[in-house]
Each structure stands twice: as C-alpha cells, then as structure tokens.
Nanobody, 123 residues
Framework: QVQLVESGGGLVQAGGSLRLSCAAS????????MGWFRQAPGKEREFVAV????????YYADSVKGRFTISRGNAKNTVYLQMNSLKPEDTAVYYC????????????????WGQGTQVTVSS
C-alpha cells in the first residue's frame, strides 16, 4: 500500500503564504505523477495542481495560477504546494494524490489519496 501524508496546513491571514508538503511511502515514486485537490465547505472537490513524475510538466487550476507553485523534492517521494497571496476562498481541506497516469491525477481518479490537511484563510 502506498501512503500519502500531508502536512503544513494551518490558519493564515489573507495575503499570507503557506507551504504544504506530501510525503509518500510504501513504493518507489520515481514514476508517479502527484498533485493536489481541495474541498471547501459545501463544495465538491476540485483540482488544484499536478506535477509529472519527472517534474517537467505542471498544470494549475485557473483559480490558483500565478499564486500557487507545485514542485517535487529531490528524493521524488515528496511533493510541495507553495501557496502565496492566499485568499479566503482558498479555505479548504487540501488532499495529496498520486498515480502513474497524469490525466488520472488531474481528473481526481488517482489511486492514492492522502488524508487531507486543513487550510484556513481569514479575511
């Protein structure tokens, strides 16, 4: 079993920054595409960002473009989401996910999901 554990969430004022981390264990993740989804109160889960296994390809939701940056650690079993210029509408539980197919991560159909970490942005 592959396990994904998110960390780095918390409470921040609007305009502030947070960096989320996702650590993968149980399998070699050299060829896994990884990404982030989020779910705000009363809303469906939505795609946030994805990065290819090589780190050479990234995609972002329109709502976070220019503010969020996804990256991989040198060990390739860790993915980060740097969130800048945070807005109250960014408040959500953020989930890390992984799959060997990048489109599956984008669609939310990835085989592996983390437990989520809460991000709250105050106005």
């Amino acid at each position: 079993q592959v396990q994904l554990v998110e960390s780095g969430g918390g409470l921040v004022q609007a305009g502030g920054s947070l960096r989320l981390s996702c650590a993968a264990s149980g399998r070699t993740f050299d060829r896994y595409n990884m990404g982030w989804f989020r779910q705000a109160p009363g809303k469906e889960r939505e795609f946030v960002a994805v990065i290819s296994w090589s780190g050479g390809t990234t995609y972002y939701a329109d709502s976070v473009k220019g503010r969020f940056t996804i990256s991989r650690g040198n060990a390739k079993n860790t993915v980060y989401l740097q969130m800048n210029s945070l807005k109250p509408e960014d408040t959500a539980v953020y989930y890390c996910l992984a799959d060997r197919q990048l489109p599956t991560v984008v669609s939310g159909g990835a085989g592996y999901w983390g437990q989520g970490t809460q991000v709250t942005v105050s106005s």
